[in-house]
């Protein structure tokens, strides 16, 4: 039986634009290939999101990927407000779980960054029940670490958990501990997965008090 529900943020909870936000800039199409390259399509993001480095090592970082873009790294660095967008069902749906009785929680590579400059788009933290931001524990999905902690943390059973994340790696990683998984691709497509896993169907106390 299933009793928590852990979310990604970035295009599950909210909607990670980063195309978008690049767009609003003006680039030309090569320049903004290049800054895309040099920064959100970077393996080095995943540094950003690791938390272990300062807001200047990483914009150093950045610009090392490819000095001929810096000018241009460097307005975009400036405010990342707008890389995130809100998803208007994230409140509502989380809100729907915990009234029918079901710990929710979030996994999520993040950085710190982003987080303070984009609060409007994370007001939904206040509604869960806790969970993980990369950045805080210096540890990234799918590394089997951040799982572990989550589980420890919270005192979870896998078997008692669902995850739902938008990219199959991280998925696959939580599967290894046993716990179900759900690949987001929407939300109604996402709500049927809980369902086939009978979550929503009715309060989980009432389930409990059947046992």
Same mark, same amino acid.
């Given at each position: 039986?299933?009793?928590?529900?852990?979310? *990604?943020?970035?295009?599950?909870?909210?909607?990670?634009?980063?195309?978008?936000?690049?767009?609003?800039?003006?680039? @030309?199409?090569?320049?903004?290939?290049?800054?895309?390259?040099?920064?959100?399509?970077? $393996?080095?993001?995943?540094?950003? @999101? &690791?938390?272990?480095?300062?807001?200047?090592?990483?914009?150093?970082?950045?610009?090392?990927?490819?000095?001929?873009?810096?000018?241009?790294?460097?307005? +975009? !660095?400036?405010?990342?407000?707008?890389?995130?967008?809100?998803? #208007?069902?994230?409140? $509502?749906?989380?809100?729907?779980?915990?009234?029918?009785?079901?710990?929710?929680? =979030?996994?999520?590579?993040?950085?710190?960054?982003?987080?303070?400059?984009? $609060? @409007?788009?994370? *007001?939904?933290?206040?509604? =869960? /029940?806790?969970?993980?931001?990369? !950045?805080? /524990?210096? =540890?990234?999905?799918? #590394?089997?670490? +951040?799982? &572990?902690?989550?589980? @420890?943390?919270?005192?979870?059973? $896998?078997?008692?958990? =669902?995850?739902?994340? /938008?990219?199959?790696?991280?998925?696959?990683?939580?599967?290894?501990?046993? +716990?179900?998984? +759900?690949?987001?691709?929407?939300?109604?497509?996402?709500?049927?997965?809980?369902?086939?896993?009978?979550?929503?169907?009715?309060?989980? !106390?009432?389930?409990?008090?059947?046992?």
């Amino acid at each position: 039986m299933i009793r928590t529900i852990i979310f *990604d943020i970035g295009n599950v909870l909210t909607v990670f634009g980063w195309k978008n936000f690049l767009k609003s800039f003006g680039f @030309d199409a090569e320049t903004e290939r290049k800054v895309a390259d040099a920064t959100m399509d970077s $393996p080095f993001w995943n540094e950003f @999101d &690791r938390g272990q480095l300062t807001d200047e090592e990483m914009l150093a970082g950045f610009i090392r990927n490819d000095p001929s873009v810096e000018k241009e790294i460097r307005q +975009i !660095y400036e405010n990342l407000h707008g890389i995130l967008t809100k998803a #208007d069902y994230a409140i $509502p749906w989380i809100r729907e779980l915990k009234a029918k009785g079901y710990q929710v929680l =979030v996994l999520s590579n993040f950085s710190d960054k982003v987080a303070r400059e984009n $609060p @409007d788009v994370l *007001d939904f933290l206040e509604y =869960v /029940d806790g969970g993980i931001l990369s !950045y805080r /524990d210096g =540890v990234i999905k799918p #590394d089997p670490v +951040i799982y &572990r902690l989550l589980l @420890d943390r919270y005192g979870l059973k $896998p078997e008692e958990c =669902v995850f739902l994340d /938008d990219i199959q790696k991280n998925l696959d990683a939580a599967k290894a501990f046993g +716990i179900h998984t +759900i690949l987001f691709r929407n939300v109604e497509q996402a709500k049927e997965g809980l369902r086939a896993l009978g979550v929503g169907e009715e309060p989980l !106390y009432t389930k409990q008090e059947e046992k």
